[in-house]
């Protein structure tokens, strides 16, 4: 059976930091990502790993967060720095496992497994 539960989120200041981690279980991804999700909006992927280590960043987030893989443990990792208001949601892990959807590493229906989601919340 495929999990995959995130960890980490939680309320923080603006200009702090979180680390959110997502323990996947029962599947070897070719590429994860990162979505996250407020209220009334469409999800939005915000950052990517491939199994071979390249990693790909929505602009809002470029220069702010890290995504990383730890193998070994097979959990995803996303480092956020510098965290803004605007970066308040509802986060979730997402797992593609064999990278025959569309290529594009944002779409959220190439992604079959799905985290429940943990919340981050950036108060001025």
């Known amino acids: 059976q495929v999990q995959l539960v995130e960890s980490g989120g939680g309320s923080v200041q603006a200009g702090g930091s979180l680390r959110l981690s997502c323990a996947v279980f029962?599947?070897?991804?070719?590429?994860m990502a990162w979505f996250r999700q407020v209220p009334g909006k469409e999800r939005e992927a915000i950052a990517s790993i491939k199994w071979s280590g390249t990693t790909t960043y929505a602009d809002s987030v470029k220069g702010r967060f890290t995504i990383s893989k730890d193998h070994a443990k097979n959990t995803l990792y996303l480092q956020m720095n510098l965290l803004k208001p605007e970066d308040t949601a509802m986060y979730y892990c997402?797992?593609?496992?064999?990278?025959?959807?569309?290529?594009?590493?944002?779409?959220?229906?190439?992604?079959?497994?799905w985290g429940q989601g943990t919340q981050v919340t950036v108060s001025s």
């Open positions: 029962g599947v070897t991804a070719y590429s």
């Open positions: 997402a797992a593609d496992s064999d990278g025959s959807g569309s290529g594009l590493w944002y779409m959220s229906r190439d992604y079959e497994y």
